[in-house]
């Protein structure tokens, strides 16, 4: 019925690519969801030093692997009354003489009151800034409170995961986009020229797809000098992942260049005098940067799942730098399982941005071509 | 039981589709009846509901559309197998889509048959297993019995060497066997009534020919009832004994095919067949224009043009074949001319059109261009770099009007294209041409900052004829422009053609499968076959004494609008030579 169009005024008519793409995007609520989830993540990376309550290297010899802590909102008094006070019950830290095993007790009459918007240790946002409101603070600077717990070193995990999302998301951000980058280049060139110039770079795209993949990780990341500075190291492990991971998409992007380059429409462009650079940029390009991003967010997942398991391993990034992949690396053993669960918070964080990426990576790719469903 | 019982009566069919602004009603109460061995024409243009008509009686529409409310009578004591005294009418709009009882209908009493073949049938199964397999869902018989019963239908539909030919698979079968076999599978349980959707629009006239000629001598053996679906009058005035037309979901007019044809009521139907009518001659316009000016100098002399395709055997170690798919080809075009070039699908007439604007490089041959200044330089030799200058003279109309706009410019990006990148206009001035070019070619300049998808297929083919017209060219190849039209546009899309070619000073080249659109459009045409053109000459002369064999089965197999004319005409079928 799509034939019927009419020559009044209607919305949809002026509507460009990306508004009938978010319309068709809209219609996907878990891919919604995955947006906004995706979108407070990276919020989060972005501004970390604004939100957690801690610097993620504080430790404290007296909160050794401190169990989580609720956050309590309305505060009874003695007297009866109450008002509003979000804080966390205290807990005690007591050792058994014989085992030396520490327990922690939760003590009523010790609370931590929190403040929303709090004053927080001054600290640096960006390394420039220098900020000392936190989202979440203790009412008295110095006094402490764990509501995700703490590690074997008392160090808060809330702002250790926190601090974690900021490396983490942006790896795959960073390592796609550098493979995006060979994937365009190689792919178009591929998919525009054909013939011999095809031939060749799909055969180092095979040649490269039937390299083991975990075997070239080890080796490269292990080849990484042990002694250099943990910002070389971010940068090395993410070139190292979109070195391994790019074969995929300069797949997709050849693909659809060779089904653009019979379109009408693009022949039309080059009988309309367009050069072959125009013609790519202008008119084909743009028909597939939704799908380009599609793509794109369905392998920043895999980038973040691969960081992870290197740093897991031991061998991609390294402490002191903070990866969800290098606080899990503390959760190795049976003994966290048994006595702090909590240090597997990372992994949770993990699975939520892989989902919400896939989530959000599906709605996209399903929205991608406003134009294919016009025939429905 | 008298002749007066029909096999189906749709009595108020109301269809609905659920849309995001609210339901569109695609069928509005349309009423009819099939009588048994007769043939009903539900006409319309695109987007009319005819299509949604027919797949209503079977429950096969698409969702979101639903029957919302009518009857749709299935007489089975009218069928031929089920042919007895006691009435078993059955209310089909009343059954569940999804029951076994509809199951059992389709296919068993009402059978239908598709436009797209290929698409209707399997590509990993035989045509006899599909056959054998449609047989056995409704009856009771051995895979043997399946079989033979399958070679018979082949035999019946004329599928030569049928017991070899039920191995095949469907990509082996040529367009119109398919559609053979479609009808073979169609049969397969002697069904009452025959619903054809567009059944012969995807195929070539003379394939067309033979196909409708098909079907009506298996209406007169089988007595069926068809309900045939169309948009070609000529096809109507071929088949029909009665004819419905259909408008924007409602019947506006229903009679028999004489009475429709001589004195049509409704307007709609008047303007339908005016257009079709219009098309069986020259433009008058055309003649005029002509007379006062004669076509001038040639303008491009295409000699001995080949182009060879070269197919991939799909093996390292074995040579592809080669295609000549455009195989000595000699042309010329005076300035001011209309040429036609006809010819079936795969004769090689769009390769031709291409390879005159080098959009593919050419194998063989001249192509001289006589430029503004009298100069005159072979297409065929120069690089790439140095057609720009040529290529603004000689610009393309496209066939699919949705294809060839870029769905992500808007109309001012997509006309103004050409100018900016030749560094004619930009900025203001280039907005103005924009809106000059719109009014040329009958467009509001409101038209500008919207995207194509928010026009009609008319309306987009204004626009690619807008933006061919852009660089003031004096050549435009117009390949296959009218065919995705409607009739009604068809003629105006010509008209415009017309006037810009006075207004602008251009010749065409235009390429069709459809004789009609030549005839008014053209002053010479060439028929073109299997990559060689095998007749060429005045327009009316090829047309009224064709003198090449393929010519004449060609001319031979156009439907004429005419019901009186109905098999007055011998249909002949051209046989290459070996």
Not at chain 1, 324 to 338: D, S, Y
Request: hydrophobic residues 45%; contains cysteine.
């Amino acid at each position: 019925m799509s034939s019927i169009a009419s020559t009044t005024g209607n919305a949809a008519d002026q509507a460009s690519q990306w508004t009938l793409m978010w319309w068709a995007f809209r219609r996907h609520r878990l891919a919604v969801l995955g947006l906004m989830i995706v979108g407070l993540l990276y919020f989060i990376a972005a501004f970390v030093e604004l939100l957690a309550p801690y610097d993620p290297d504080l430790s404290n010899a007296r909160a050794v692997n401190h169990p989580p802590q609720a956050l309590h909102f309305i505060k009874k008094e003695k007297d009866g009354g109450w008002s509003f006070q979000p804080y966390v019950i205290g807990m005690t830290q007591k050792r058994d003489p014989i085992t030396l095993a520490t327990t922690f007790t939760p003590d009523p009459t010790k609370t931590v009151d929190v403040q929303f918007f709090g004053k927080g240790e001054p600290t640096k946002l960006w390394g420039i800034f220098p900020v000392e409101r936190r989202l979440i603070a203790p009412k008295v600077l110095g006094e402490r409170f764990y509501l995700i717990g703490a590690d074997r070193l008392g160090r808060d995990m809330l702002s250790r995961v926190l601090y974690g999302t900021r490396i983490s998301m942006s790896i795959g951000l960073l390592g796609v986009l550098m493979s995006l980058v060979l994937d365009i280049f190689l792919g178009g060139l591929s998919g525009s020229y054909g013939g011999w110039i095809d031939a060749t770079v799909q055969r180092i795209v095979e040649f490269k797809l039937a390299m083991p993949t975990i075997p070239i990780w080890l080796g490269l990341s292990a080849a990484l000098p042990q002694d250099w500075p943990p910002t070389w190291r971010y940068f090395a492990i993410t070139i190292i992942l979109s070195l391994i991971g790019w074969t995929e998409l300069a797949r997709v992007v050849r693909g659809r260049f060779l089904a653009l380059r019979t379109e009408d429409f693009v022949i039309a462009a080059r009988l309309d005098g367009c050069s072959q650079m125009r013609v790519i940029f202008r008119h084909m390009l743009p028909s597939m940067v939704s799908h380009i991003i599609a793509s794109v967010s369905l392998a920043i997942p895999m980038m973040i799942i691969a960081e992870t398991s290197l740093s897991f391993l031991g061998l991609g990034l390294l402490p002191p730098t903070i990866s969800w992949g290098v606080l899990l690396k503390e959760a190795q053993n049976v003994r966290t399982i048994a006595e702090a669960p909590w240090l597997f918070s990372p992994g949770v964080a993990v699975c939520l941005a892989v989902l919400a990426l896939n989530f959000l990576g599906d709605g996209l790719r399903d929205a991608a071509d406003p134009y294919a469903q016009e025939g429905r | 039981m008298t002749a007066e019982t029909p096999v189906i009566e749709v009595k108020n069919l109301v269809t609905e589709f659920a849309t995001r602004r609210g339901p569109f009603r695609a069928v509005d109460n349309v009423s009819f009846k099939l009588m048994p061995g007769k043939t009903l024409c539900l006409v319309g243009e695109s987007g009319s509901g005819k299509s949604v008509t027919a797949r209503s009686i079977l429950q096969i529409v698409d969702p979101p559309g639903r029957i919302m409310s009518g009857q749709i009578l299935l007489n089975r004591h009218m069928t031929r197998r089920g042919r007895s005294e006691t009435a078993d009418t059955l209310d089909l709009a009343a059954l569940n889509p999804r029951s076994s009882a509809i199951r059992a209908i389709r296919g068993r009493d009402i059978a239908m048959i598709f436009q797209e073949p290929m698409s209707s049938l399997s590509p990993v199964h035989t045509i006899g297993n599909q056959i054998g397999e449609a047989i056995r869902l409704h009856e009771n018989v051995s895979k043997a019995e399946a079989r033979a019963r399958t070679i018979e239908l082949l035999r019946k539909v004329e599928i030569p060497n049928a017991d070899k030919t039920i191995d095949r698979y469907p990509f082996e079968y040529s367009g119109g066997m398919r559609q053979r076999a479609m009808i073979a599978m169609a049969l397969a349980c002697n069904p009452g009534v025959l619903i054809a959707d567009e059944p012969t629009t995807a195929l070539d006239v003379t394939t067309q020919a033979e196909i409708l000629s098909l079907i009506k001598k298996l209406q007169d053996d089988e007595g069926m009832a068809v309900l045939f679906i169309t948009h070609d009058m000529g096809v109507v005035a071929e088949i029909a004994d009665e004819v419905a037309v259909m408008r924007f979901g409602k019947l506006v007019e229903h009679g028999d095919t004489i009475s429709i044809f001589e004195n049509p009521q409704h307007d709609y139907t008047k303007m339908l067949l005016g257009s079709v009518k219009q098309l069986d001659r020259p433009a008058p316009r055309r003649l005029a224009r002509r007379a006062e000016h004669p076509p001038g100098n040639t303008l491009l002399d295409v000699e001995g043009l080949k182009k060879t395709f070269f197919i991939d055997s799909g093996s390292f170690f074995r040579k592809g074949d080669e295609l000549h798919a455009v195989n000595n080809v000699t042309l010329t075009l005076r300035s001011g001319e209309n040429l036609g070039i006809v010819g079936e699908s795969g004769s090689g007439k769009s390769t031709l059109g291409r390879c005159i604007m080098r959009v593919y490089d050419i194998s063989g041959g001249a192509i001289r261009y006589t430029d503004r200044d009298g100069m005159t330089s072979d297409l065929a030799t120069l690089p790439d770099r140095s057609l720009m200058a040529a290529r603004r003279d000689l610009r393309m109309v496209f066939q699919d009007p949705f294809a060839s706009l870029n769905p992500r410019m808007t109309v001012a990006q997509l006309i103004g294209e050409p100018l900016l990148v030749n560094g004619v206009l930009s900025g203001k001035a280039l907005n103005d041409r924009v809106a000059e070019l719109l009014g040329l070619v009958g467009l509001p300049a409101t038209a500008m900052e919207r995207y194509p998808h928010a026009f009609s297929g008319g309306q987009r083919q204004r626009i690619g004829i807008a933006r061919a017209i852009a660089l003031e060219p004096r050549i435009i190849i117009a390949d296959e422009a009218t065919s995705a039209l409607d009739v009604s546009l068809r003629s105006q899309v010509l008209d415009l053609l017309l006037e810009l070619q006075e207004r602008l000073d251009l010749s065409f080249i235009f390429i069709s499968h459809d004789i009609a659109v030549i005839r008014y459009f053209c002053d010479r045409v060439a028929v073109m076959y299997k990559g060689r053109i095998v007749e060429e000459g005045p327009t009316e002369e090829v047309c009224s004494r064709p003198v090449h064999p393929y010519t004449q089965s060609l001319l031979s197999a156009v439907p004429h609008p005419d019901p009186r004319m109905r098999g007055t005409r011998v249909r002949t079928r051209y046989r290459e030579q070996a």
